[in-house]
């Protein structure tokens, strides 16, 4: 799937998922979104899973040339997915995301964390890439979260990379 020139917000910005609501579901591949614009929304770019048994997987995915306007969540991948611990608690995600490329991201995050990366602890996220990431908060340097996430980071890093 390529998505190219797409302006969204506010809103909830553009997910991957939610993924792995049932054991044998289908994975998700060879996904581009390049050249977009998030305006004050819930999200950015998120890959969001079910903390749930799945066969399910996300692999070569590619978020490029992205500006974000006081976005909340500007980048996101939660694999703990489960609200108000309702057909999922003490579970955790099957689904398998690798080779997940963030590249030339920049603007405003509307929280201190912008980059969030909460992957499974059975399954951890592997091959993120960071590359040429510019993002602020209210004129400050925002912060970074990793959780079971293998990676790396180039270029500018604006937050320092936790990977």
């Given at each position: 799937m390529f998505m190219n020139k797409i302006k969204c917000g506010p809103g909830h910005g553009v997910s991957i998922g939610s993924l792995g609501w049932v054991l044998n579901e289908s994975g998700v591949q060879n996904i581009t979104l390049t050249d977009a614009v998030f305006i004050r929304s819930d999200n950015g770019v998120r890959i969001k899973t079910w903390a749930r048994?799945?066969?399910?997987?996300?692999?070569?995915?590619?978020?490029?040339?992205?500006?974000?306007?006081?976005?909340?969540?500007?980048?996101?991948?939660?694999?703990?997915?489960?609200?108000?611990?309702?057909?999922?608690?003490?579970?955790?995600?099957?689904?398998?995301?690798?080779?997940?490329?963030?590249?030339n991201i920049r603007g405003t995050s509307a929280t201190a964390e912008a980059v969030t990366f909460d992957c499974s602890p059975s399954n951890h996220c592997r091959g993120?890439?960071?590359?040429?990431?510019?993002?602020?908060?209210?004129?400050?340097?925002?912060?970074?979260?990793?959780?079971?996430?293998?990676?790396?980071?180039?270029?500018?890093?604006?937050?320092?990379?936790?990977?």
């Amino acid at each position: 799937m390529f998505m190219n020139k797409i302006k969204c917000g506010p809103g909830h910005g553009v997910s991957i998922g939610s993924l792995g609501w049932v054991l044998n579901e289908s994975g998700v591949q060879n996904i581009t979104l390049t050249d977009a614009v998030f305006i004050r929304s819930d999200n950015g770019v998120r890959i969001k899973t079910w903390a749930r048994q799945s066969n399910g997987f996300v692999r070569n995915v590619i978020f490029q040339n992205i500006i974000m306007n006081n976005v909340e969540n500007p980048i996101l991948i939660d694999q703990n997915y489960c609200p108000n611990n309702q057909g999922c608690p003490r579970q955790t995600s099957g689904v398998k995301i690798s080779g997940v490329t963030y590249k030339n991201i920049r603007g405003t995050s509307a929280t201190a964390e912008a980059v969030t990366f909460d992957c499974s602890p059975s399954n951890h996220c592997r091959g993120i890439r960071l590359q040429d990431i510019k993002l602020t908060h209210m004129d400050k340097v925002p912060t970074s979260s990793c959780k079971n996430v293998h990676g790396t980071s180039s270029g500018v890093a604006l937050p320092l990379s936790c990977l």
